[in-house]
């Protein structure tokens, strides 16, 4: 089955959002933002398309804290970074960036041009599945990093920088929680399509 990783640095998020916002588009100064964006990829060998599976769950990426290995992965890391500014007795945000780089991990078929063409035109119809799955959760954390942006730079003056520090990371927690909740919905709303696929394979 396909899965998702998330990977969470200490980091401030924002305020929580509904799934059907969630690829709205939220202003963002490009200056306080960055996304970069990796793809890596592991190698496995199959004679037969039936073995597919079974081997990519032997040498794909490890998901989890019990390091169960997975088709593919999406995996975010972010970090941010804010400047004070004093004014009228309290403490506000003066700037705030926010820094997120997205890893996907996709399987790449070692021996594609020793298959038949039947066995290898299955295969890319597979990786596009799995390629385009990966993009989506790529989607939701390119929102999470702008909306992140977008709400520290709003945060509201506290009495004291401690105490704005301390509502940020409530914030923090809340958006991060949404992230997660929403990434499994992905999930859960592929899951019958993902199932079906992986049946597919393992018949050959």
Same mark, same amino acid.
């Given at each position: 089955?396909? %899965?998702?990783?998330?990977?969470r640095?200490?980091?401030?998020?924002?305020?929580?959002?509904?799934?059907?916002?969630?690829?709205?588009?939220?202003?963002?100064n490009? &200056?306080d933002? $960055?996304?970069?964006?990796?793809?890596?990829?592991?190698?496995?060998?199959?004679k037969?398309?039936?073995?597919? $599976?079974?081997?990519?769950?032997?040498?794909?990426?490890s998901?989890?804290?019990?390091g169960?290995?997975?088709?593919?992965?999406?995996?975010?890391?972010?970090?941010?970074?804010?400047?004070?500014?004093r $004014?009228n007795?309290?403490?506000?945000?003066?700037h705030?960036?926010?820094? &997120?780089?997205?890893?996907?991990?996709?399987?790449r078929?070692?021996?594609?041009?020793?298959?038949?063409h039947?066995?290898? $035109?299955?295969?890319? %119809?597979?990786?596009?599945?799995?390629?385009r799955?990966?993009?989506?959760?790529?989607?939701?954390?390119?929102?999470?990093?702008?909306?992140l942006?977008?709400?520290? %730079?709003?945060?509201?003056p506290?009495?004291?920088?401690?105490?704005?520090?301390?509502s940020?990371?409530?914030?923090?927690?809340?958006?991060?929680? %949404?992230?997660?909740?929403?990434?499994?919905?992905?999930?859960?709303?592929?899951?019958r399509?993902?199932?079906?696929?992986q049946?597919?394979?393992?018949?050959?």
């Amino acid at each position: 089955m396909l %899965q998702y990783c998330l990977f969470r640095l200490p980091a401030i998020l924002a305020l929580a959002i509904t799934f059907l916002i969630a690829h709205a588009n939220v202003p963002v100064n490009a &200056m306080d933002l $960055s996304i970069k964006t990796r793809t890596k990829f592991y190698s496995f060998r199959a004679k037969k398309f039936h073995q597919v $599976s079974r081997q990519m769950l032997r040498y794909g990426p490890s998901f989890g804290r019990n390091g169960r290995r997975v088709w593919a992965k999406a995996k975010r890391e972010y970090d941010w970074k804010l400047t004070y500014l004093r $004014s009228n007795g309290k403490c506000a945000v003066k700037h705030a960036e926010v820094r &997120m780089k997205i890893t996907y991990t996709l399987p790449r078929l070692e021996n594609e041009r020793q298959v038949s063409h039947r066995f290898r $035109s299955k295969w890319k %119809q597979v990786y596009n599945i799995l390629h385009r799955h990966e993009l989506r959760h790529g989607r939701n954390y390119k929102f999470l990093a702008k909306k992140l942006t977008h709400d520290l %730079q709003r945060l509201k003056p506290q009495r004291n920088c401690f105490a704005l520090k301390r509502s940020a990371r409530r914030l923090d927690d809340k958006l991060h929680n %949404q992230d997660i909740r929403r990434n499994r919905r992905l999930e859960s709303g592929e899951r019958r399509r993902l199932t079906r696929l992986q049946r597919r394979i393992e018949r050959g």
